[in-house]
């Protein structure tokens, strides 16, 4: 394996296993182990945990060593730590608080987007509730996934506002949360791929009102669906 490569799993391995909660806070990554366990060079460990440190997640300081940061000082939207983190016991909070700062961007950014959205951004808009229509059986499938994820990226392009659509990665977090955490139905809600058709109607039609308020109604009811089928579920504990 490349020294490339090899810095990848090391940074993929270490990440996942502090953003789930098997590397505890405090925690020590000691370099001798680390060679050892992945039978790399010190310089490739090095890169890996620049990379780690760029995110928040560890900490490298002399004679103490490589430290395991806690979860308030990691990089809250990157999309790394977004994904390593719903593998890891605190999953249902972090969803619901991804769910909470949706609600305060998507509604905005469809009314932006009922604005200033392009002739092909509407098109695409369409096309994504078509594919999300014709998916809707397998709604839990990463096939409807990319329809969805399609709308919801076009819709915060087309706010045509910078700060809104870098938020991207947030939200494609809470679907593909949703998706691959079985926390979505396997058939697709009728009220939901109407809202999403309205909103698209909204954005062609320049009609930011309804744009807005199909959108909230989507939030909401995507963090309310979430709810009801997490229910009484227990979390996962670290392994």
């Given at each position: 394996?490349?020294?490339n ?25 000691v ?7 992945f039978d ?77 959205a ?117 979390e996962?504990?670290?392994?």
């Amino acid at each position: 394996m490349s020294q490339n490569a090899l810095h990848d799993v090391i940074v993929e391995r270490w990440g996942a296993d502090i953003g789930a909660g098997r590397r505890a806070p405090g925690s020590r990554i000691v370099m001798d182990e680390a060679v050892s366990e992945f039978d790399a060079s010190r310089g490739a460990i090095r890169e890996a945990v620049r990379v780690l440190e760029s995110l928040g997640l560890v900490v490298s300081r002399q004679r103490v060593g490589i430290l395991v940061q806690p979860p308030e000082a990691w990089s809250p939207y990157d999309e790394r730590v977004l994904r390593w983190r719903l593998d890891g016991p605190g999953r249902a909070d972090l969803l619901q608080s991804l769910s909470e700062l949706r609600a305060a961007v998507e509604p905005v950014a469809a009314r932006l987007a009922a604005k200033h959205a392009t002739p092909e951004q509407c098109g695409a808009l369409t096309a994504s509730v078509i594919g999300m229509a014709s998916t809707s059986r397998s709604a839990d499938t990463d096939e409807y996934l990319a329809h969805d994820i399609a709308f919801h990226t076009t819709l915060l392009q087309a706010s045509r506002n910078v700060m809104l659509s870098s938020l991207s990665p947030i939200v494609v977090a809470v679907l593909e949360g949703r998706t691959h955490h079985a926390l979505m139905p396997g058939v697709a809600d009728p009220e939901a791929l109407r809202l999403h058709g309205e909103v698209a109607a909204g954005v062609q039609a320049g009609d930011a009102e309804l744009a807005e308020s199909a959108m909230r109604a989507i939030v909401a009811e995507s963090s309310e669906a979430m709810e009801s089928i997490h229910g009484g579920r227990s979390e996962p504990a670290p392994e």
